[in-house]
């Protein structure tokens, strides 16, 4: 399997380097320390149904390390793990129940470009393949398109075939299609959405190459619910950031910050998101560490410093700096709303709606058409900023396949963001019934709604006692508080729960600017739902028309 060397302790190796990131001495962004807290945390519980096994955990890192480069020039022509890497592979492969099978079914490993995440992945395929003690194993490497699946396979092809003693050792063949053992029916294959047929699968392992570029989650479904029947099954999820804020990667990403932030608890899944902090300044090299573990090894600063000279003279090239380099999503560059702000510097995950609690608060609600998707806002002021908590309606028919929203709504129903109303129409009873709970809630001031479609709702509400507004989607009533509401989120004066539907409403959002300077919204193509950002844009006018506070920011008014 190429040249023999002194063995390490890789779980050593990776235990420093998450107390040297939790400690500051290795610079890092929040979830990356995070996820080492987890994990320095872990290793001091008792009395837990896991326990870790440092010899399974370094069985791993070493047969990585006996494996050869296949790309690149490096200083040893067979793999040496960096820190970052032991700490990742002996986390994911170490934790074992009494019966040794591994805690970790899914890993989410988001690193920017260049960090070699894609070599670390074939190693672990490999891994799983020949050595994980499963009969009869079945790995696949998974992506949007073969061509892009068969590039972590392909490598771990080449390595097979330039390591003749381990194929040799384990009966492995490396064909042209597939790396297969014979012995036991063992194989390692690419596989995409346009493969002839994802049925009849039986994964023990799966590697998801570039998830951000997934565009429907099919293949991601099938290898999840496909695994049930093995023992401890891993599907492996390497990818960069993306522009999109919806679809399954973003669901990932946020599940994975949600458990390390404390605020969801499952044990089986790891997560790690390199990337730099809201308040780092994204030219500075200490940044671009925080981003890239493997800078210095795979990555080089003068290569950097050059990409973000470009960067701050271009903004395309800005865009691709900050997502493909330093894994920030910023958003559809056409968005009229900043998505790096309301992402980074507005989002607070531990905001609840039940906090405010008979407190005043503002409704708005978008009934739009009743067989599409319908929204409804609480927002509040507290301490200078405006917190939203958001509802969201949609038809139970719409949810099929054949909506260019399927994959997005289904996903969002199955986590709770969205409620299916059944038939195929919205039943405004659902939406009725909640805002009659709001109204018991909170100190209810005004109920702002488009009148559109609503003559029924609001006869219906006022009668009840809900202090109804009528909102008419005008330009003369949005555009100054779209304008106000574009101000607050880049002075961070919004705050959001993270809803991956009202990230995803307000990224949707452009506008349609006037000679006057007046804007409006709207959405660029008609599946891109701006519901939710609709709301927020009347919530500001009825802040600003029903109270006596200054609104305005001088010098971010010219927003848009």
Same mark, same amino acid.
């Given at each position: ?168 050792? /384990? %009966?492995?063949?490396? #064909? *042209?299609?597939?790396?297969?053992? @014979? $012995?036991?029916? =063992? ?67 946020? /599940? %994975?910050?949600?458990? #390390? *932030?404390?605020?969801?608890?499952? @044990? $089986?899944?790891? =997560? ?289």
């Amino acid at each position: 399997m190429g040249q023999s060397r002194v063995a390490r302790d890789y779980v050593a190796l990776g235990k420093h380097y998450a107390e040297q990131v939790v400690s500051g001495e290795i610079p890092a962004c929040r979830w990356v320390k995070l996820a080492c807290q987890r994990q320095l945390d872990d290793l001091q519980r008792v009395d837990w149904r896991w326990h870790f096994d440092a010899d399974k955990a370094n069985r791993v890192c070493r047969f990585i390390e006996l494996l050869p480069h296949i790309k690149g020039k490096w200083k040893t022509p067979n793999i040496t793990l960096e820190p970052h890497q032991c700490f990742r592979i002996t986390a994911i492969f170490g934790w074992v129940d009494d019966a040794g099978l591994r805690r970790f079914r899914k890993a989410l490993v988001v690193l920017p470009r260049k960090n070699a995440k894609t070599t670390e992945a074939a190693g672990i395929g490999l891994y799983l393949f020949a050595l994980d003690k499963e009969p009869g194993a079945e790995v696949y490497s998974a992506a949007t398109t073969r061509d892009q699946a068969k590039i972590s396979w392909d490598i771990a092809r080449r390595m097979c075939i330039r390591s003749p003693r381990f194929c040799e050792r /384990y %009966g492995i063949s490396p #064909l *042209a299609h597939s790396i297969a053992i @014979d $012995s036991d029916g =063992a194989c390692f294959k690419p596989l995409s959405r346009d493969a002839d047929t994802l049925e009849g699968l039986n994964p023990s392992g799966a590697i998801i190459d570039e998830l951000h570029a997934h565009k429907t989650r099919e293949v991601f479904d099938v290898l999840d619910e496909a695994t049930g029947a093995r023992r401890q099954p891993l599907i492996y999820i390497i990818s960069t950031e993306g522009e999109d804020g919806t679809g399954v990667f973003a669901e990932q990403v946020t /599940y %994975g910050q949600q458990i #390390l *932030a404390g605020n969801h608890v499952d @044990d $089986s899944y790891f =997560a790690i998101h390199y990337s730099i902090d809201p308040e780092d300044d994204w030219t500075s090299p200490e940044s671009w560490r925080k981003a890239n573990p493997n800078l210095g090894v795979s990555i080089f600063e003068e290569d950097l410093a050059i990409r973000c000279k470009q960067a701050q003279k271009n903004a395309a090239s800005q865009a691709s700096f900050l997502t493909k380099r330093l894994n920030v999503r910023i958003g559809a560059g056409e968005a009229f709303f900043s998505m790096l702000a309301w992402d980074r510097t507005c989002r607070d995950d531990s905001i609840k709606a039940e906090d405010f609690y008979g407190l005043p608060a503002y409704i708005t609600i978008d009934l739009a058409s009743k067989i599409d998707l319908a929204a409804a806002l609480r927002t509040f002021e507290r301490d200078g900023n405006v917190y939203f908590f958001p509802r969201f309606y949609l038809p139970e028919d719409q949810c099929e396949k054949g909506n260019p929203n399927y994959d997005f709504y289904r996903g969002w129903a199955e986590h709770g963001y969205l409620t299916l109303t059944p038939g195929n129409i919205i039943d405004y009873e659902f939406i009725e019934r909640d805002l009659m709970e709001d109204c018991r809630n909170y100190d209810v001031l005004k109920v702002g709604i488009d009148p559109y479609n609503a003559t029924q709702f609001n006869t219906r509400m006022m009668a009840e006692g809900v202090p109804i507004e009528e909102i008419s989607q005008s330009v003369n009533f949005l555009s100054e508080p779209m304008k106000e509401l574009a101000a607050r989120i880049l002075a961070a004066r919004v705050r959001h729960d993270g809803n991956p539907i009202m990230s995803w409403c307000i990224g949707n959002t452009t506008a349609k600017v006037d000679a006057k300077e007046n804007v409006y919204p709207r959405k660029a193509r008609p599946e891109n739902k701006i519901d939710g950002a609709l709301t927020a844009i009347m919530a500001f006018r009825l802040l600003m028309r029903n109270t006596d506070k200054s609104y305005a920011f001088t010098g971010l008014r010219s927003v848009g």
